[in-house]
């Protein structure tokens, strides 16, 4: 019957492992999954939190953040242009930060595919898939074939105010750009792994480009 990987299964087993344990399975998965996958290399996990402070110290208001990504899918998810970048641009060229076209085949490296919320609304989870017609995102599946994850960073731009708790917010003024692909995201916590796993493609249907 082959190999069946379990999103849930897959994120639990890498939660609750030490280190290279993570990395021995993560590795495991991702071969298993390149073997049966017709050159598809998908992840799936959070991409980004409402209401809670993450580790650049910043809160995105659940409003705020809801809006903009409902108007992310329509624009992007849903017409397959909603790509990312592995690491983000920096954000002193803001040409190039604002770029989320994906025009420019050397720097992109996915799309995501799907997005949904849990059941608080509180937590974004979705599917990316791994373009592997590019350098970035050969190098993508590079890092995930040492055993090693990645996370999802969200790109926007918008002012920042420090309310009267003492805590950074996310302005109304927020635009999503995109979700990048980083090395030590801001949405992992004590409380949730926050990397995204390698899952197997035949479990849904996107729409294709």
């Excluded at 344990?21 to 073997?35: D, E, G, K, Q, V």
Aim: proline share 2%; hydrophobic share 35%.
């Amino acid at each position: 019957m082959g190999v069946c990987v379990s999103v849930h299964t897959v994120e639990r087993a890498l939660a609750d492992e030490d280190a290279t344990a993570r990395r021995t399975r993560a590795a495991i998965a991702t071969a298993a999954l390149r073997s049966r996958s017709n050159a598809t290399f998908v992840l799936h996990g959070t991409l980004a939190r409402a209401d809670g402070v993450n580790r650049n110290g910043r809160v995105y208001p659940r409003e705020t953040l809801t809006r903009e990504v409902s108007a992310y899918d329509a624009l992007r998810v849903k017409t397959g242009r909603a790509y990312g970048r592995l690491e983000h641009p920096r954000a002193s060229d803001a040409v190039r930060f604002r770029d989320a076209s994906g025009t420019d085949g050397r720097e992109t490296s996915h799309r995501v595919v799907e997005t949904y919320w849990s059941d608080d609304g509180k937590e974004l989870y979705g599917y990316v898939e791994v373009l592997l017609e590019n350098a970035m995102g050969r190098e993508v599946l590079a890092i995930y074939e040492r055993g090693e994850l990645l996370g999802a960073s969200t790109r926007s731009w918008s002012g920042l105010e420090v309310r009267g708790d003492g805590r950074t917010y996310v302005d109304d003024d927020m635009e999503l750009l995109a979700f990048d692909l980083v090395r030590n995201p801001s949405t992992v916590s004590l409380h949730a792994h926050g990397m995204l796993v390698p899952v197997d493609r035949a479990m849904y249907e996107w729409p294709k480009t």
